[in-house]
């Protein structure tokens, strides 16, 4: 092999690493009827994992600002993904438990 491909493979790991780890997006957890954490930041482009930690089923959706989703009901253990676009503001709510409220922040 030449020098040149074997600087391209030992460098494949990392940049498989970098890829991974920006595609994880970030997280929020439904338990104990809330939003874990609150509120969030996150650029426009990235994406954020809704996933349903708790014992009941939620119905996580937005109905205002510039990214709307309704993601219909998320039994325990179900997780969906969410891509903001729009820079803005994005009320998060569970259409069954109207306590559970939280803000994505897209900037």
Do not use: W, Y
Not at 12 to 33: M, N, R, Y
Not at 62 to 87: H, I, M, W, Y
């Amino acid at each position: 092999m030449t020098r040149m491909r074997l600087a391209a493979l030992a460098a494949f790991p990392v940049l498989a690493l970098a890829v991974t780890a920006s595609a994880a997006g970030h997280l929020v957890s439904q338990k104990d009827k809330q939003f874990q954490p609150g509120d969030i930041r996150v650029r426009a482009g990235e994406t954020v994992v809704f996933r349903n930690d708790d014992s009941v089923t939620h119905n996580v959706m937005a109905a205002g600002g510039a990214d709307r989703f309704n993601l219909g009901a998320q039994k325990p253990g179900d997780s969906a993904e969410v891509t903001f676009a729009e820079p803005g503001q994005v009320p998060v709510i569970c259409a069954i438990h109207p306590k559970m409220k939280m803000t994505v922040t897209v900037e």
